[in-house]
């Protein structure tokens, strides 16, 4: 059977350019994925987020050359392929639509880390510790010893509260004393709070007066400190060495 001249030398440029796609899109794929990495890297990503997105930005580039690849081949095909390919997709992303919300906020949870594991956050009416950060949900753990599964684009959508971004927070007891008795300096309570070591000594507690009623005087006496839990019971103990005839309550 005689071979088409015109249609062999037809496919033999097809085969050529379809070549030279494929070895491009190796080599940009491969330089993608360590440009993605390095970037990631130098932002302080976690470790398997480096690596996932790097991975997926070399799957990106070659899905983009097995394209180009099919399109030297079928021409006026591709259309009709691609549009296929089109309908397909928009027909997982609809049934799929809640698991890649959450898979896609999970992987901006663990670039942007808002909050990061072992903090302390509060979310949909729930307050704990970050113990695992997946790419579909968070896991924290209660003061209860409950665990609390949080889909990933729960923070996407609402609002989370990181209670140990910072080294230190406020933290406020009250002290009430007779209204009878010698006014309260706040020198005095600086000094009582100076014999609780959790007690941030920069900035210095603060002391307001907030009422005088049935002859009681009502002192909010505020501080900064690292350990919220310890400062509170150390305080309290201090405020009543220092102040027996007052009461001290958190």
């Known amino acids: 059977m005689p071979i088409d001249g015109a249609l062999f030398f037809d496919y033999a440029t097809r085969t050529f350019w379809a070549l030279v796609i494929i070895v491009v899109t190796l080599l940009l794929a491969r330089v ?7 970037a990631l890297t130098r932002g302080r990503a976690q470790a398997n987020v480096t690596i996932l997105l790097g991975n997926l930005s070399q799957v990106a580039m070659l899905t983009v050359g097995v394209l180009l690849v099919v399109a030297i081949y079928t021409r006026d095909a591709f259309g009709w392929i691609l ?7 928009i027909v997982l992303g609809l049934s799929l639509q809640d698991i890649l919300k959450n898979f896609f906020a999970g992987i901006w949870v663990l670039v942007e880390r808002p909050f990061r594991i072992g903090d302390t956050i509060e979310v949909g009416g729930y307050s704990g510790v970050v113990e695992e950060i997946t790419f579909r949900t968070t896991l924290l753990r209660t003061v209860d010893a409950q665990q609390v ?3 990933n684009g729960t923070f ?12 230190t927070r406020r933290a406020s007891v009250w002290l009430v004393v007779d209204d ?18 959790q007690v941030a000594k920069d900035p210095p507690p603060n002391v307001e007066l907030r009422s005088v009623t049935d ?4 002192y909010l006496v505020s501080f900064w400190t690292g350990e919220r839990d310890a400062a509170l019971s150390a305080a ?15």
């Open 32 to 38: 993608v994925r360590r440009m993605t990495m390095r």
């Open 83 to 89: 549009g296929s390919f089109s309908v397909v997709g």
């Open 149 to 151: 599964i949080v889909p």
């Open 156 to 167: 996407m959508t609402g609002s989370v509260v990181n209670l140990t971004r910072f080294p």
């Open 180 to 197: 009878g008795d010698k006014p309260i300096a706040a020198d005095d309570v600086r000094g009582a709070l100076r014999e609780a070591p």
């Open 215 to 218: 002859g009681k005087a009502r």
């Open 236 to 250: 309290v103990a201090a405020l009543r060495a220092r102040f027996p005839q007052g009461e001290v309550h958190g």
